[in-house]
């Protein structure tokens, strides 16, 4: 099954806009990443949320986590133009209940942000 | 901020060759893990390891593939027979703890090329 399936697959933005990305997945999980990869870059952690947290801030990001939907958003405020990128959700592959996994994190095919200035 | 580094940033080879990957991890991190990400595709993990050990491997990290842990602070992944579709970007990253409570840090990447 896919795991981790962000939409919109692009997002088009003007600077000083909100940007809200969601993610979808199938199975359960011990936790929930999100990851920012500018073009021909390694992918640059930004937030993690535990499967019995609801939501998380940090600075301009704020992400929820619907466990009931299988699915979260990650929502930039007061986007600026150095935020283009793509942004991936990543979900640990632990599978149903009792499952256990040593370090698979499953991404998804992310969404491409432009900010423009 | 410490970072892990990965060498060298691009590396052309021939089908049928060995090729190195080599990473050096972030010092005080105890998980090191491969992932790779073919062009226009999302990034798939290869292979997680801990205390000098394989902890889990996917299917892609097949009998070709090796990764070792040399010395206090080298991590490399060995492909022994490249192969066309090979060519890809791969992510070395590490972890302070167990990645259900410590965040990934990914290297930039070194991308092979096979021809």
């Known amino acids: 099954s896919q795991q981790g399936e962000e939409d919109p697959q692009a997002l088009s933005i003007q600077e000083g806009e909100n940007a809200t990305m969601n993610c979808s997945y199938k199975?359960?999980?011990?936790?929930l990443q999100w990851y920012r990869q500018n073009s021909g870059r390694g992918l640059v952690h930004l937030i993690l949320i535990r499967s019995n947290e609801r939501e998380k801030h940090s600075g301009r990001l704020r992400v929820t986590l619907d466990t009931s939907k299988k699915s979260s958003s990650l929502l930039i405020t007061a986007s600026r133009a150095a935020d283009t990128a793509s942004y991936f959700c990543?979900?640990?592959?632990?599978?149903?209940?009792?499952?256990?996994?040593?370090?698979?994190?499953?991404f998804g095919q992310g969404t491409i942000l432009t900010v423009h200035p | 901020e410490p970072e892990v580094t990965q060498t060298p940033s691009h590396q052309v080879t021939q089908m049928g060759q060995e090729v190195i990957l080599r990473c050096v991890p972030i010092s005080n991190h105890l998980y090191f893990y491969w992932y790779r990400q073919i062009l226009g595709q999302k990034v798939e993990f290869l292979v997680s390891f801990y205390n000098n050990e394989i902890s889990e491997k996917s299917e892609i990290f097949d009998d070709q593939f090796s990764v070792e842990r040399p010395d206090g602070s080298n991590f490399t992944l060995k492909i022994r027979s490249t192969k066309l579709e090979d060519s890809a970007m791969y992510f070395c990253?590490?972890?302070?703890?167990?990645?259900?409570?410590?965040?990934?840090?990914f290297g930039n990447g070194t991308r092979l090329t096979v021809t």
């Open positions: 990543a979900t640990d592959g632990s599978g149903n209940a009792g499952g256990t996994s040593y370090g698979k994190l499953t």
């Open positions: 199975t359960s999980i011990n936790n």
């Open positions: 990253a590490s972890s302070e703890g167990h990645f259900y409570n410590s965040p990934l840090h």
